[in-house]
Each structure stands twice: as C-alpha cells, then as structure tokens.
C-alpha cells in the first residue's frame, strides 16, 4: 500500500510570514503533483515535477522534487491571505496505463491578515 | 481554458438506488479517472480508463460500480445499488501527458 504522508496538517500564519509543506513517502514516484482545493470544489492543479531534483516556482510558491522521487516540498515566502486553503500533493503510481495518482492527506493553511 | 466538467453538482438518493455520474473531459485527453473524497478523507483512487476499457481499478471499485464512455464524449460512473457508505464527493479527471486535471465534482448523499 502506497501511503503519503503530509506534514504539517495544519498551518495558521500571519501575512508576511514564509512556510513549508512536506510531502513524504516510501514508494518511488513517476511524477508528483501539487493541488489548492477549496470547500466543496475539485483539486485544481498547480504545478507537476517530474525529474528527481527538480525545483519550479510560480510566484511566491517554490516546489521541489526530491533527488529520489519520494518526497517533495511546497515553501510559500510571503504568505497573503488569499494563499488560504487546503494543500494536497499528489504521486503518480506508474502500475500501468496510465498512472494514478495517489494523494496525501493535506495541509490546511490559514494566512492571518 | 478547456475545463472537465461534472453533472449533477449534487446528487440525494435512498440506499439501494441506482445512480449516474456524468462527466464531460477535455477533449483530446485520452486517459480518464474517477476518484472519490470522504467528507474530512483524503482523495482516493477508484478506476482509471483507457482506450475503452479499464486499466486499474482499487479495492472500493466493487461489482457495484461501473464505468462506460458511451458516447465518445460523456464518462460515466455507475453505482448500481447504493449504500450509505458511498456518500463521498466524486471527482472525474483526465490526463494530458503527466498532469491530471480534475472536475468541480458531484457530492452524493445516499439516505
């Protein structure tokens, strides 16, 4: 059983403030995903790593892939209010075609005016 | 920006019920999935699809479920008779190259 542990479940911050969100797991991923989902939505996409080591940025957020395709990490710098929401990451399984996606349990963040 | 999109957005029935999910992908995606969310769960894989036929499917993806593209455009998820348990927000999404878009979702309420 693929397992993915997210860490921490629960952020409250205040505006300003930089944080990190780890993803973590035992099982070798083909690419990893990161998800904002709002109340009652869908997971919507944020950015997709592939390769091991890699590191892209959209704005104030950075993601890394770890060197061995099992962990990865979201730091946000400067966090603003609208940053609000809950933080999924999300490994692809490659146990045919085509992959699943096996999500962590999410971290809830909260940005504090 | 092409979307998945999902009918209904929310779906009541009485257990043992028959119900339909639809989605609609975005077009020239060729792998489709269904995953469900428990009310405070994380989100779980149910089934994947390709080329008209099933590719994988979990341990919840019992006989009760099943899953059609019946018209080259709607995916359809199926719940033949359906339990309490079942109550969860459904999610379609589909995959471009390493990326999986998702749908708004339909939450199921099973009375």
């Known amino acids: 059983t693929q397992l993915l542990e997210q860490s921490p479940q629960f952020l409250s911050i205040q505006e300003g403030e930089n944080l990190t969100v780890y993803c973590n797991s035992s099982?070798?991923?083909?690419?990893l995903q990161w998800y904002r989902q709002e109340p009652g939505e869908g997971p919507v996409l944020l950015v997709t790593?592939?390769?091991?080591?890699e590191v892209k940025k959209l704005k104030r957020l950075t993601f890394q892939f770890g060197d061995a395709r099992k962990d990865s990490s979201l730091h946000i710098t400067a966090a603003q209010p609208g940053d609000t929401g809950l933080y999924l990451c999300?490994?692809?399984?490659?146990?045919?075609?085509?992959?699943?996606?096996?999500f962590g349990t999410g971290t809830r963040l909260q940005v504090f005016p | 920006e092409p979307e998945v999109t999902q009918t209904p957005s929310h779906q009541v029935t009485q257990m043992g019920q028959e119900v339909i999910l639809r989605c609609v992908p975005i077009?020239?995606?060729?792998?489709f999935y269904w995953y469900r969310q428990i009310l405070g769960q994380k989100v779980e894989f149910l089934v994947s699809?390709?080329?008209?036929?099933?590719?994988?499917k979990s341990e919840i993806f019992d006989d009760q479920f099943s899953v059609e593209r019946p018209d080259g455009s709607n995916f359809t998820l199926k719940i033949r008779s359906t339990k309490l348990e079942d109550s969860a927000m459904y999610f379609c999404?589909?995959?471009?190259?390493?990326?999986?878009?998702f749908g708004p979702g339909t939450r199921l309420t099973v009375l």
């Open positions: 790593v592939v390769t091991g080591g």
């Open positions: 699809f390709y080329n008209n036929e099933i590719s994988e």
């Open positions: 077009s020239n995606h060729l792998y």
């Open positions: 999300a490994g692809a399984i490659r146990s045919g075609t085509p992959d699943k996606l096996i």
């Open positions: 999404a589909t995959r471009d190259y390493n990326e999986q878009f």
């Open positions: 099982s070798v991923f083909s690419s």
